[in-house]
Structures are given as structure tokens and as C-alpha cells.
């Protein structure tokens, strides 16, 4: 069975830290791996996406993508209260079918 | 542009009850998604339609769940009867194409007392 792990935290981080959330997969099938972000009763917003070892930019944001490790990360770095939400993990094999992680939960104190 | 819509937000339904759900994804999408959050475990896949048809369903539970996307725009999902363990946050998202960014609606929260 397809998984996708996180730590659910909380992830305590003051303001201008870089947080660091991280995750591993269980399907070694799997090509493609996405970052959501999801605020209380909102829906995930897509933030990042990897596909390639190595990493990945995006402003405040990196990804990092370890295939052999089966291993997935998201640096934010200056964080910000705004930032505060629940970090979806997911991962699609050869078809687009999303498998998610329990999400890990970040806490930026001012 | 809009983004995917979903209604009702909310649904509370006693055991037994049918209820439906409906997803209007972005204009132009011809994927379409169903996904399910059930409170303290993680969001997971329900099924696949490309247009009209559906490509993947290997995560519909079981089948009291029917989902149809006539004519390839908007979706429904039916719960028929619905049972205690339906409760949960049910998405929908779209995308443009096969394996691309996928867009997600706010949900329809869904209570089976």
C-alpha cells in the first residue's frame, strides 16, 4: 500500500526562522511529489512541486527531492505568521492520483 | 478566473439518508478529481474522470458511492444510504491535463448522524 508519512507536529518556529518540514514515501513508483498548504477549513493550495533529485526554489520556498532516500522536503525560509497552516505532503506515480500525508502542522509565533 | 466550486459546504444527514455533492471544476478542465478527508487520517483518492469518463476508480469504498460527470463538465458524487463512516471532508479538484497541478475546492463537510 502506497504511503506517504509525515510528523503531524505542531512545528513551533518565531518569525524570520527557517522552518522544515519534512517527508518520506513509501512507493518507489512514485515520480512526482507536491507540497500543499492547507489554512483551517480552507482548501490545500499547491506550493511547491518536485520532480527531479535535488532542489528546488521558489522564493522563501525550496524543495528538496531525495529518490533513493524516498525522502521529501520544504524549507521555508523568513518565516512568517501568515505561514501558519497545515503542510500537505503527496505524491503521484505514473498516474496523476494523489497520495497524501497526514499533514504536518506549523506554528509561526510573531 | 474561477476556481473549483463545491456545494453545499456543509451536509448533515441522518444514517440512511442519500445525499449529493457537486463539483464544478475550472472552466477547460478535462480532469476531474474526488478526494475524501475523514477526521485524523490523511486525504485520499476516490476516483479519476477525464472528461466523461472515469479513469480511476479504485478509491471508491464501496457501492454506496456513485459518481457521474455527464457531458464532462461538473460532477456528483452520491452517498446511497449513507452510513456513519461517510462523515469527513469530501474535495473535488481538476486539472488541465494528466499530470499537472491539480486545483483544489474548499470542500463539502459532511455529517452522518
Known amino acids: 500500500q502506497k504511503e506517504v508519512e509525515q510528523n503531524s507536529g505542531p512545528l513551533s518556529v518565531p518569525e524570520g526562522a527557517i522552518a522544515s518540514l519534512n517527508c518520506t514515501y513509501s512507493?518507489?513508483?512514485?515520480?512526482?511529489f507536491f507540497w500543499y498548504r492547507q489554512y483551517s477549513g480552507k482548501s490545500p493550495e499547491l506550493i511547491m512541486s518536485?520532480?527531479?533529485?535535488g532542489d528546488k526554489e521558489d522564493g522563501r520556498f525550496t524543495a528538496q527531492l531525495n529518490k533513493a532516500s524516498q525522502y521529501v522536503s520544504l524549507l521555508i525560509r523568513d518565516s512568517q505568521p501568515s505561514d501558519s497552516a497545515t503542510y500537505l505532503c503527496?505524491?503521484?506515480?505514473?498516474?496523476?492520483?494523489?497520495?497524501f500525508g497526514k499533514g504536518t502542522m506549523l506554528l509561526v509565533s510573531p | 478566473e474561477a476556481g473549483v466550486t463545491q456545494f453545499p459546504s456543509h451536509s448533515v444527514i441522518e444514517k440512511g439518508q442519500t445525499v449529493t455533492l457537486r463539483c464544478d471544476p475550472i472552466?477547460?478542465?478535462?480532469?476531474l478529481y474526488w478526494y475524501r478527508r475523514v477526521m485524523g487520517k490523511e486525504i485520499k483518492f476516490l476516483l479519476h474522470?477525464?472528461?466523461?469518463?472515469?479513469?480511476?476508480e479504485s478509491g471508491m469504498p464501496n457501492n454506496r458511492f456513485l459518481a457521474e460527470r455527464t457531458g464532462g463538465t461538473y460532477s456528483t458524487l452520491k452517498v446511497q444510504p449513507a452510513e456513519l463512516e461517510d462523515s469527513g471532508v469530501y474535495f473535488c479538484?481538476?486539472?488541465?491535463?494528466?499530470?499537472?497541478?491539480?486545483?483544489f475546492g474548499p470542500g463539502t463537510r459532511l455529517l452522518v448522524l
Open positions: 512507493d518507489r513508483g512514485s515520480q512526482s
Open positions: 518536485i520532480y527531479s533529485n
Open positions: 474522470f477525464v472528461k466523461e469518463s472515469k479513469q480511476d
Open positions: 472552466s477547460g478542465h478535462d480532469n
Open positions: 479538484a481538476s486539472s488541465l491535463g494528466d499530470l499537472e497541478t491539480q486545483y
Open positions: 503527496a505524491a503521484a506515480g505514473g498516474y496523476s492520483t494523489l497520495t
